[in-house]
């Protein structure tokens, strides 16, 4: 069975931009967490430059789609999005541990594209995906 995707832009109405500041907060090299080591390419997508400092994300971003509040050890925070520059993202961040924080404790991941598409097709598993079609409703 083939794995068709939903590949319009959709959005949740319960959109809290607190619910990503934690993970945001740890973004930068002295934490660990520069954008060159969070950034995943998507193979198939056009080649992206993600600017300079302050310019870049997370300061480019012009628009929630969807927000998931993580739990440490359990669940991941989520962020979905549009960028300046007509650029999506799909940011995630786990904590492995409740007791630490991210320096010695998380990972984070970051997708970007010119093409939503691409975001949900290559940056989403199944189960991610699943999770995102049924937090959120397409936009009109």
């Known amino acids: 069975m083939s794995d068709s995707r939903i590949l319009t832009i959709r959005k949740s109405d319960n959109k809290n931009h607190e619910d990503i500041m934690l993970p945001l907060m ?6 660990g967490y520069s954008l060159k080591s969070i ?11 993600l600017g300079v400092y302050p310019d870049t994300f997370p300061h480019t971003i012009q628009e929630y789609y969807w927000i998931k509040l993580g739990i440490p050890g359990e669940n991941p925070w989520v962020a979905l999005g549009k960028l300046k520059g007509d650029m999506y993202f799909l940011y995630t961040a786990f904590m492995s541990r409740p007791s630490n924080t991210f320096i010695n404790n998380g990972h984070m991941d970051l997708w970007v594209s010119s093409r939503y598409s691409d975001i949900v097709q290559f940056a989403m598993d ?10 959120t409703t397409t936009v009109k």
């Open 26 to 31: 740890f973004l930068g090299e002295k934490f």
């Open 39 to 49: 950034f995943r390419q998507i193979h198939s997508a056009p080649e992206i430059h």
């Open 126 to 135: 199944k189960a991610f995906y699943k999770e995102y079609i049924s937090n």
